[in-house]
Each structure stands twice: as C-alpha cells, then as structure tokens.
C-alpha cells in the first residue's frame, strides 16, 4: 500500500458511542494532520502531530482526543459528540511540518452523528 | 474570518478551452501557495504550489500565477480535458507556523 490511508470511510454513530478513526501513512513522512471539512466550510485544522508528539492543537473541543503511537500512525479517538460534528475528517502527513511542502490527504471518514 | 477566498463556486468550461480559477487571500505573511484537485469520495490530491518569491509556475497543463501586490493566485488549465473536472482548492501557509489555509473550492466542469 502506498499513501496514506483512512479507515473506516464511513461511520455513523449516536451521541453517547466511542468509536475511533484511523491513518496510516506508507510515505516515511514525520508529520501527520487531522483536517475536519464541514459543508461549504473550508478545511478546518484539528491538530498537528511531528515526531509523534502533539504540536498544535487549534481549540479543539476535548471530546476529540488524538493518539500518534508512532510517525506512521495517528487515531482520533470519539465520545459524546455532537450532531453539529458531523463532517468529512481528513488525514494528511508531510515530510516535515512547517517547511514547504504539500500534504498528502487521505480520502477520509465521513461521520455522521444521530 | 476566511484568509483565502474562492469566491467562484463553480465553473464550466468547453473541453479543450483554458480553465481559469481564482483565490484571494487576505494575510501578507503568506508565502507559500498550493492548488489541490478533489474528486468525489477521494481526499484532496496536490497539484501545484509557488512560493512567493516567484510568480509564475508551470506544471504541464497547469500554471499557477501569484500577484502578490494584488494577494490574488490563480490557476489557468490549458487545454482542459473532461478529466479536469474535479473540486480545486487553494491553500496558503505563512513563514512561521505550519498552518495551512484552505478556501472553500471551485467546482470544475469540463464539458466535452
């Protein structure tokens, strides 16, 4: 497999589940994303990770709860969300951050929450 | 408040005509721009970028063009081909931080 790869690609879920996503990326990239894109909504970031640890994260409600156990793998770990959370959540990894350089997307997991 | 704009939701095109979509951005410390291309229930796909000491970039059929007086980057597809059509963003990221910003998309339409 080459890329990076989102699983599942679809979920639904009620407000009192925990479910989680995952990416796995196969580009040997250091730094990996959480995106979230709403409908007619620009991609929103959720978080940063480089090297494994958590270098941004941009005021996201704690109900979302990253895990990066190494630079190929990050999860997004669900409860208690929201009807409003509903949305296409997007991987993405890079070399590095903060050089320039493009990210490499998944095809994500489209969420819906009844 | 949105710092890189895409203020044509969609466009339609006659195969083999040049596609011409836009982006606007507000913040002057963005130095690095990038146009992704997104089919449907596929994740974004990077097409082309241009730092901001150039103003032009050529990729094959895809040019990107960078005014920066103006914040205004386009992307110009010539010739296009129905395989164009697709969902095209652009993103911009400033010289400190690694945040980039996405607009919202154009829509592309090539019609044959």
């Known amino acids: 497999e080459t890329g990076v790869t989102q699983t599942p690609r679809h979920l639904v879920m009620g407000m009192t589940n925990k479910k989680s996503l995952k990416c796995e990326q196969h580009?040997?990239?250091?730094?990996m994303y959480w995106y979230k894109q709403s409908a007619k909504k620009p991609l929103e970031l959720m978080f940063v990770?480089?090297?494994?640890?958590?270098?941004e994260n941009n005021s996201v409600p704690s109900r979302f709860s990253p895990e990066c156990p190494n630079s190929s793998h990050l999860f997004l770990h669900l409860h208690t969300l929201q009807p409003e959370d509903s949305a296409l959540y997007l991987c993405?990894?890079?070399?590095?951050?903060?050089?320039?350089?493009?990210?490499?997307f998944g095809d994500g997991t489209r969420l819906s929450i009844l | 408040d949105q710092q890189v704009k895409q203020n044509s939701p969609s466009l339609s095109v006659q195969e083999g005509r040049i596609s011409i979509l836009n982006c606007d951005y507000t913040n002057s410390m963005f130095d690095y721009f990038l146009w992704y291309k997104k089919y449907p229930a596929e994740g974004p796909t990077f097409l082309i970028s241009?730092?901001?000491?150039?103003d032009k970039n050529e990729d094959g059929r895809f040019t990107v063009f960078l005014n920066k007086s103006a914040k205004h980057l386009s992307l110009h597809i010539v010739p296009s081909q129905p395989g164009d059509s697709a969902v095209y963003f652009c993103a911009a990221k400033g010289n400190t931080g690694n945040q980039f910003y996405f607009g919202t998309g154009t829509s592309l339409t090539v019609i044959p």
């Open positions: 990770y480089n090297f494994k640890e958590q270098t």
């Open positions: 580009l040997g990239h250091n730094a």
């Open positions: 993405a990894s890079s070399q590095d951050k903060g050089r320039d350089q493009p990210q490499h």
């Open positions: 241009i730092s901001s000491i150039k």
